[in-house]
């Protein structure tokens, strides 16, 4: 399977909205801290607006939500996987990334045959605090070569002058919340961001 090099995460569906239109074909919705019934409503919405625009809906961490709601793929991170239906999301067809951190991580997500394995913090996150310091673009290449087939996702600390290095390194997709979240003009930054990765489309 292919990955669009570009991955937008967005932490409500009203960004989703704003962004998608600008010719983003991989979005994640992450939400977080929401009431069960609003992630729900906010998935439902999402769904329906990425299928009228070709947009491939990644959901976050809510796989029982995603089945439910016939979405198609979803992202789980270590501790989603402990609590994961991978036999019923396989059965529905659902696919999924997974995300790693270490080797150890790397084997056990590679064992479950995901879409992807993304790799993080590549760079220094101001997103979350997290047990990992930046993981730098050697260990993109080391990666790359212990996934083999498997699809590459980077994320972290991302920005459009950062693609070059992670895409050489054998970045397959770029993901990003920050960079864009935190832009004056987030419809533009977009923008930059779609150019700046036409040119890795495989
Ligand atoms: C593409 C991508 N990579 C990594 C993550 C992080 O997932 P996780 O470790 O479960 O952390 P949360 O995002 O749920 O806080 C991701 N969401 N997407
Ligand atoms: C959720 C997550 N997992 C690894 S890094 C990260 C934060 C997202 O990256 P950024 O906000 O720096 O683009
Ligand atoms: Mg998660």
Not at 25 to 45: H, N, T, Y
Not at 157 to 174: I, K, N, Y
Request: glycine share 8%.
């Amino acid at each position: 399977m292919t990955l669009d090099p570009f991955y937008l995460i967005v932490s409500h569906v009203s960004q989703l909205e704003l962004l998608v239109p600008q010719g983003v074909r991989l979005v994640q919705l992450r939400i977080k801290g929401q009431p069960g019934e609003e992630v729900r409503r906010q998935i439902r919405r999402a769904r329906d607006f990425c299928a009228v625009h070709r947009a491939q809906l990644v959901v976050n961490d809510y796989w029982q939500a995603a089945l439910d709601l016939k979405c198609r793929f979803v992202h789980l991170g270590q501790e989603d996987m402990e609590t994961a239906d991978f036999a019923a999301l396989r059965r529905a067809g659902v696919r999924f990334g997974l995300s790693t951190h270490d080797e150890e991580e790397l084997d056990r997500a590679l064992a479950h045959d995901p879409a992807y394995v993304a790799l993080g913090p590549v760079y220094p996150t101001l997103l979350k605090k997290m047990k990992w310091g930046p993981q730098g673009l050697d260990r993109v290449r080391r990666w790359k070569a212990m996934a083999g087939d498997t699809p590459l996702v980077g994320i972290g600390g991302l920005t459009p002058e950062r693609l070059p290095g992670l895409f050489e390194a054998g970045a397959d997709s770029a993901a990003v919340v920050t960079d864009i979240a935190t832009a004056t003009n987030p419809e533009a930054r977009c923008t930059e961001w779609i150019k700046a990765t036409r040119a890795y489309v495989k």
